[in-house]
């Protein structure tokens, strides 16, 4: 990659940063369509989001992705947002057009399209949503287009009701349910989705009970690797996804709202494999 006065810079900030696969797989579409932009991690602590929001337009950074934790505080930092955002309330990522910098959210649809790659239907299906926080906003919101009806499983219920009231003028048949209704009606279930960072961490305990499970369901988990969960429901012969076809298409169309082309999704698969290994 060649550097010259022209490049564009696109960044991602968070906090840690250092993780992030999207360096990679950025970088790689932008070299095999000969683009003249860099993708750069920049680690921003909470106390300095304002600043790095502010350098964005003084050092004319042409736009950024924002991940963990600043995909909500960001909000009354930008100039505009756009329609998903304003429902999902937050934000992953930015355009810079001549100073004015506009909010979107890619990850919602990004995760519908990569059930659709995969042939995955979702129109008349019961979707349970493990989680109600922000992943599970964004999803939720495109979700409750489609599905024939969406419950919101939360350990805290409170969180899962508001989300089911957020989401109730989309769509009337929103639940948040408790735990009897995993134990009591999961059978009947098409598609389960973990949004909960719940197979993270080595030890960590199962989303729910994979014993609730049948080989008629196909269990998502939003994590970019396959979890304990979905290795553990793929032995009951469900079909499993992981989050990286997620990652991939939340990535694509974030490229597409910077670049306004079309994304080398087969390029931009293969740079995501090849970090993770
Ligand atoms: P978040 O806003 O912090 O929400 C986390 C949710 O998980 C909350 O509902 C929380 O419950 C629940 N939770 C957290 N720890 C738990 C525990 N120990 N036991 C049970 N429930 C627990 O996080 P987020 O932004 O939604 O992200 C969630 C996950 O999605 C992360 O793993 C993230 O990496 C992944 N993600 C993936 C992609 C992708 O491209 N593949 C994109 C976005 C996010 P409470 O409400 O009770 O706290």
Known sequence: MIINGR???IGILGYPVEHSLSPQMHNAAFKYLNLDYCYVPFPVKPEELKSAIDGIRSLNISGANITIPH???VIPLLDEISEE????GAVNTIKNEGGILKGYNTDGLGFIKS???????ISNKKVLILGAGGAARAIGFYLCKEAKAVYIYNRNLERAEQLSKHLYPFKQNVFAVKKDFLNDNVSSIDIIVNTTPLGLKPGDPLPMSVSLINNKQIVCDLIYKDTPFLQKALATGCKTINGLGMLLWQGALAFEIWTGLQPPLSIMKRALLKKKK
């Open 85 to 88: 955002v304003k429902f999902i």
């Open 115 to 121: 059930l659709v790659q995969k042939k995955i239907q």
């Open 7 to 9: 490049t564009k810079i």
């Open 71 to 73: 995909k909500e505080t």
